[in-house]
């Protein structure tokens, strides 16, 4: 049994190191570059930021003993939506979206993404972003999100 809820200031450093267990994960998998220890804690430092300007909130599921098995964030900026946009608007990003692997396959990614979109949408966000790794993409595609249009080139 899991119950979800919003995480802590105090918690952030915890779900910094989530981050880093998914960019590991993304980089075995999909070949993006590892993180170092000096980008864990630029991103704890970006989560703590970002959280006191209210940009950022993370939802958290918790096991029976109260431990945090999942988490999902989203991160409010103000962006054009399109190239052609003559203002940029409140636009969300899903990001760091992790579970820990013994607590995998059952809904707490997929829970927790909702839940950041609902807030996402409360902030005024009519569109959110994410970037999936090859493994999860078809949970996004099964909560509504559609490929890009995005394009890229190995220089």
Sequence with gaps: MYITRWAT???LPLLAEYWFHMACE???KDGIPIPNSERVNEVRNLFLKEREENNLRFRVA???QGNIVACAGGLIRMEYATPLSEEPTPF???ISVYTIPHHRKKGLASQLVEEVCSWLKERG???ARLW???EGRRIYERLGFSPMLDMEKAL
């Design 9 to 11: 200031k105090n918690e």
């Design 26 to 28: 993304m980089g075995e």
């Design 62 to 64: 918790v096991d029976e």
């Design 92 to 94: 969300g990003w899903v």
């Design 125 to 127: 966000a009519r569109r």
């Design 132 to 134: 999936a790794s090859s």
